[in-house]
C-alpha cells in the first residue's frame, strides 16, 4: 500500500508540469483552479476557472467540451493538480498540464492575480438555487445582479416579468407605464393588488419588487413611451428591454430605437388563449419590422380590453420571456432569436416558425429607409390597436 | 389536403374554427381553395392575387416570403400557420 507521499510522487511521474512562462505560452488553453471556495476567494490568475478537485470530473467537460483543447490545472503548490492532471488523462484530454509551484509560486513570483468579486454571505442565501447550477453559479449570478433590464409595461405581461427578474436578482430594473391599477387588472397583472387600486402601476409594481426583493433598484417611469421620451429613457443605458406593450405604435417605436442602439429585445405578445415570444437582437437576428413589416388593419388588431385575455396566459407568456432575458443576461443558453415561439393555451401546444432577416428591411436591412423616429400612431392608422 | 391554422383574429370568419382544411401543390392553390370554401377566410388574407401584407404565412414553419412566396410547394399534410401581428401585452 502507497503512502501518500508514494502515491504523488508516482503520479508527478504520469503527467506533465509546466512553469508560468509556459503556461502562458499555451495557445487556447482553459485555466482550471481546482482548490477549495475559500482558496479561490483570496485570488486566483487572471482568465481561470473554478472546479474544485471534487466536482472535476462532472464538471470539466462544460469548460472543455473539446478533449483536444489544452487545459492547464492548479492548486495551491502542484499536489492536487497533479491527482486532477491525472484524473483528465483518464477522461481522455490529450494535452494536461499541472502549473508546477502552484499559485503560491505564481504569486510569490509577483505575477498578475485577479481577485474575485464575490457574493455577501445574504445573496449566497438568497440566490442559492442559482448558485448550484453550473451554467450561472456566481459569476452568472454576479451578472444577473450587474444587469439593467427595461421592462415596457407594468400590465400583464410586465407583472410577471418584474417579480421573476426581481426574484433573480436583476440589480436594476426600469418600468414605463403611465396607467393606474383598475379592478379589471387583477384577473391577470399579479404584481398589483387590491391594496394599490386607484394607484399608478409603476409604484404598485416597485412596491411588490421591494416586498420581493430589496437589492433590486427601481426606476419608474410614470409616462407613455413616445417618439419625445424613448431616447431620455434608453439614455439611462439598458441592456436589455423586455417588451410587453398593449399597441402597436410603441411595439414599431420600441424595435426602430433598439435597433439603432443595439439593445436586444425579448418580445411577447398575448390575445384570449394565444401568445407569441421571440427575442430580436439586432443585427444579429431580424428584428421586429422583419416579421412584421405592417401592422394588421384595426379591426384585425383588438385589445385584451375588447377581446380578453385569459388570465394565466400573461403569467405563461411573461414568464417565457423572463426565460429568455435571464438567460441573455448571464449569456447561457439558445435565446429565441430567430424563432418565433407560439403557445395556444387551449390546446397546451407550443409551436414554432422561422424568422429571417429581411435585406429590404427599412430598419435594419442594406439600404435602411428610416433612420430616424416615424409617426407611429399615423403608421399604425389611427386606432390601430389599443391606445 | 392540408391543415391551415387559423390565428384567433380571424376565428369569426372561420366560423369559430381553430383548424380548417384546404388544398393545393402551392401556396397560392392553397389560398384559392382555401378562399372558395371559406370567402370570408380567405378575402382575409389573399386577394387580387397577393398575400395581404400585414399576414405571415408559414407552411411547415418557415414563412413563405423567404422561401418562393405563393408559388412556394406545400405538400399533402403540411401545417400552414397564418399568422397576423398580434399588439397585446396587456
Known amino acids: 500500500m502507497a503512502t501518500y507521499r508514494e502515491l504523488l510522487q508516482q503520479t508527478k511521474s504520469e503527467i506533465d508540469e509546466i512553469d508560468a512562462a509556459g503556461a502562458r505560452e499555451l495557445e487556447g488553453a482553459v485555466w482550471i483552479d481546482v482548490r477549495e ?18 466536482f472535476l470530473e462532472s464538471r470539466v467537460e462544460g469548460v472543455a467540451p473539446d478533449k483536444s483543447t489544452p487545459v ?3 492548486c495551491a503548490s502542484a499536489a492536487r493538480s497533479a491527482f486532477a492532471a491525472k484524473t483528465l488523462q483518464e477522461l481522455g484530454y490529450r494535452t494536461v498540464y499541472s502549473l508546477a509551484g502552484g499559485f503560491t ?9 485577479t481577485m474575485p468579486r464575490t457574493l455577501s454571505p445574504e445573496k449566497r442565501t438568497r440566490y442559492s438555487r442559482h448558485l448550484l447550477i453550473p451554467e450561472i453559479g456566481e459569476e452568472g449570478q454576479l451578472k444577473l445582479l450587474d444587469a439593467r433590464i427595461l421592462l415596457i409595461g407594468a400590465g400583464g405581461l410586465g407583472s410577471p416579468a418584474s417579480l ?28 398589483h393588488s387590491l391594496d394599490t387600486l386607484g ?23 410614470r409616462e407613455r413611451l413616445t417618439s419625445e421620451n424613448i431616447d431620455r429613457i434608453l439614455d439611462d ?52 419590422r422583419c416579421l412584421f413589416p405592417e401592422p394588421p388593419p384595426p379591426e384585425l388588431a383588438p385589445s385584451c380590453a375588447e377581446g380578453g385575455v385569459l388570465g394565466v396566459l400573461p403569467g405563461i407568456v411573461g414568464s ?19 424563432r418565433l415561439l407560439l403557445f395556444d393555451a387551449l390546446a397546451t401546444e407550443f409551436n414554432e416558425v422561422k424568422i429571417e432577416r429581411r435585406a429590404d428591411c427599412p430598419v435594419c436591412g442594406e439600404n435602411p429607409t428610416i433612420t430616424e423616429y416615424i409617426d407611429y400612431v399615423e403608421f399604425c392608422g389611427a386606432g390601430r390597436g389599443n391606445s | 389536403m392540408s391543415v ?52 405571415n404565412v408559414y407552411v411547415d414553419g418557415e414563412d413563405v416570403r423567404t422561401r418562393d412566396g405563393l408559388e412556394t410547394p406545400v405538400r399533402e399534410g403540411s401545417t400552414v400557420i397564418l399568422l397576423p401581428a398580434m399588439a397585446g401585452g396587456c
Open chain 1, 105 to 113: 509560486d505564481w504569486k510569490r513570483n509577483g505575477l498578475e492575480i
Open chain 1, 237 to 288: 443605458s439598458w441592456d436589455l428591454i423586455v417588451d410587453g406593450a398593449d399597441n402597436f405604435p410603441t411595439r414599431y417605436l420600441v424595435n426602430d430605437a433598439s435597433v439603432w442602439r443595439d439593445i436586444p429585445v425579448v418580445h411577447g405578445s398575448i390575445y384570449r388563449f394565444e401568445g407569441q415570444v421571440t427575442v430580436f437582437k439586432p443585427h444579429d437576428g431580424p428584428c421586429y
Open chain 1, 72 to 74: 492547464l490545472l492548479y
Open chain 1, 320 to 338: 417565457l420571456q423572463t426565460n429568455e432575458a435571464i438567460k441573455l443576461a448571464a449569456g447561457i443558453g439558445d435565446p429565441l432569436i430567430g
Open chain 1, 164 to 191: 421573476y427578474l426581481a426574484a433573480a436578482g436583476i440589480g436594476t430594473l426600469g418600468i414605463i407605464d403611465a396607467d393606474i391599477v383598475d379592478e379589471t387588472n387583477l384577473q391577470r397583472q399579479i404584481a
Open chain 2, 4 to 55: 391551415v391554422r387559423v390565428p384567433p383574429v380571424l376565428r369569426e370568419e372561420a366560423g369559430g374554427a381553430r383548424e380548417v382544411e384546404a388544398s393545393g401543390a402551392t401556396v397560392r392553390e392553397l389560398l384559392e381553395d382555401l378562399t372558395l370554401r371559406i370567402p370570408a377566410l380567405g378575402s382575409r388574407v389573399y386577394g387580387d392575387g397577393e398575400l395581404h401584407s400585414f399576414v
Open chain 1, 199 to 221: 394607484t399608478p402601476k409603476v409604484d404598485s409594481a416597485k412596491r411588490a419588487i421591494q416586498a420581493l426583493n430589496p437589492d433590486v433598484d427601481v426606476v419608474t417611469y
Open chain 1, 37 to 54: 471556495a475559500d482558496e479561490w476567494q483570496e485570488g486566483h490568475l487572471p482568465g481561470a476557472v473554478h472546479i474544485p478537485r471534487g
